[in-house]
DNA sequence: GCGGTTGTTGCAAACGGTTGCAAGATAAGG
DNA sequence: CCTTATCTTGCAACCGTTTGCAACAACCGC
């Protein structure tokens, strides 16, 4: 059996509440004593017990993120971020990849509410029903959402800039010269994407009717970047730049190109979106909107910090701003 | 408040041990109040308390993975595998990124302890001090090490077969008929690494006194490949093939032959190590050698739950198999 | 010298479960 | 009808902390 808090009490010839109390260093105990304890503390080689802990306090230290998968680079980025946030607060942070099964993301919710998790990031709960929002909510235990969802206002989030990131694409590619663009993105109705459409359109009608733009949906991978790519080739052969609401469907694209004989940037200027690391490595390096994947994670841990000091403070919603990257992939039309 | 077992004992008018055995399962209860419990259980919404349960059964029902950085895409792929298995076992994972920080190790290594993690993998623990490999081992918690430290047979690991893919890679580029061939690893004394050279140099000295083979040492990084490579191009001009001691490496190489105006395969062929995502994606495709990290990750926690089960069973080390995969980055000589 | 502070410590009740043991009820066997 | 075995349930201790409250001593000012 472990050292506990009696065998220090014991040692000491103190009582386990003075132990306690000198260890977690609140006052109201004797400098001598404590020092003592400490001492003893040291020389059992005690490791306090956070569960009993935990239970005492209704405090477990720790924070769950729940996210589709972490082989995404663009979610290890943040729990990195987020990981390391919790560290410094001295919390702790338990993974779970919910893909976007809802059966599974739910299993984890009760799971992780079992065993008292102080706060819970999660990747998205847009597929979740009414029903199943609401025995989140009731669990009353501090969230934030990475990625606003539309409509629900009452928890918190954390996002990147979507919108502006759309129009940051859309506009550096119109100054570039060209007119006839194409967005690649997913499937309808995918809050992150539609914002980064959204931008993306208000920079082509704020460049009046010379701009002709197309939006293709397909798959948000780099599959589906291939396929529509494929596809773009042959119904719009005009086309002479693309974004993509992805890095990933970029990579899909560039591979269609290389397969078609076509090469980027001199057949067709490429921007993407998320600046994942194999962005800059690829040849040419992909340029790219920046989402700040780490400060995404970390800002999703402050928050969930300050409501659990502050229980009744109200939900926050950070949006935190993106950046067009400009590498080798996009020439002037 | 949240509902719990005395809640439900009232209400049923029953005692919470009847409860407690109702929703636990063990035998000894009668079925009709079973039913009972349960329904009221579902009816109150009762989520159980699993630090109350972990206090009195000493178990947390979780298991750590402390890693050197989730955002290297080997390791969240280990993630991915290790929080699979522990999801179907119904343990869930915390997560730690301990960089190669000793301290940082440390800390992390008290807090999981405190917090009663029933299992702990880890990365690598070769850059601790024997009186902190002693004080981990005093926790007492069962460990496995992600890729086997030398000299520490009491410790279970997992490792992929190092030397074998070391063996390969060598063999795959003799076989196409290279006779002068550079390979680029990582600092020496880095059990891996080494074990890859090793494996290399064994089909080098396998083909007889035909091939020269040239060992580089340098950051196992991106950076490091790109440094080395260009060194080498200098220094070494005869080279016609290149293994890398990892893909990052592939990927510095890759750089620096493009700013020599150099073409894969055509003036050197490249096999890298590691098989991340990216390989397949690059342009050429790169030839690799495959580790199984997924299943590295689930190997791990198997070994965890079968200590955690048998605790006095022993050590296991497990060596999983690696396999060459062929792309496009060589030609024959 | 006395009442009132202030500081230090101990006592004991939580926190929410699990579990060994005993008691009572019921059934089976002789 | 009594004994014994089997089921079912309750009692209470325990897991290792925290924390409100009370007790006590020492010190203060008057």
Same mark, same amino acid.
């Given at each position: 059996?472990?050292?506990?808090?009696? +065998?220090? #009490? !014991?040692?000491?010839?103190?009582n386990v509440s003075t132990v306690s109390r000198s260890l977690s260093g609140s006052y109201g105990v004797n400098d001598e004593t404590r020092q003592k304890v400490l001492a003893a503390a040291k020389r059992l080689n005690y490791v306090p017990n956070r569960v009993a802990r935990g239970l005492a306090t209704g405090r477990s230290q720790s924070l769950a993120l729940l996210i589709s998968d972490v082989r995404n680079p663009f979610f290890a980025e943040v729990a990195r971020g987020a990981e390391d946030a919790a560290f410094a607060a001295d919390y702790d942070l338990i993974l779970g990849n919910a893909d976007l099964d809802r059966e599974r993301q739910m299993?984890?919710?009760? =799971? /992780? *509410? #079992?065993?008292? *998790? +102080?706060? /819970?990031? %999660?990747?998205?709960?847009?597929? &979740? =029903? $009414? $029903?199943? %929002?609401? $025995? &989140? !909510? #009731?669990?009353? *235990?501090? /969230?934030? &959402?990475l990625n606003r969802s539309e409509g629900v206002q009452s928890i918190s989030s954390v996002s990147a800039d979507n919108f502006q990131g759309g129009f940051l694409a859309g506009q550096h590619l119109i100054e570039l010269g060209h007119r006839n663009i194409a967005h690649l993105t997913g499937p309808r109705q995918h809050g992150n994407l539609t914002e980064r459409a959204k931008g993306f359109l208000k920079a082509v009608h704020q460049a009046g009717n010379s701009v002709h733009a197309v939006v293709i949906h397909g798959d948000q991978n780099q599959q589906g970047g291939y396929t529509m790519a494929r596809k773009m080739l042959l119904s719009q052969p005009g086309v002479t730049a693309v974004f993509t609401a992805n890095d990933a469907m970029a990579f899909g694209v560039i591979r269609a190109l290389i397969e078609n004989g076509k090469k980027i940037p001199d057949d067709l200027s490429l921007v993407g979106f998320d600046n994942v690391e194999l962005a800059s490595i690829l040849q040419p390096p992909l340029t790219t909107v920046h989402q700040p994947k780490y400060e995404m994670g970390e800002a999703a841990v402050q928050i969930l910090l300050r409501q659990i000091a502050r229980p009744d403070s109200g939900p926050e919603h950070r949006l935190l701003g993106v950046q067009l990257v400009e590498r080798e992939s996009c020439r002037k039309a």
């Open positions: 059996m472990r050292v506990t808090i009696h +065998d220090i #009490a !014991r040692e000491c010839g103190v299993r984890y919710f009760r =799971s /992780l *509410v #079992a065993k008292q *998790v +102080d706060g /819970l990031i %999660v990747n998205s709960v847009s597929g &979740l =029903s $009414e $029903e199943e %929002v609401e $025995e &989140l !909510r #009731a669990y009353r *235990v501090p /969230l934030v &959402l």
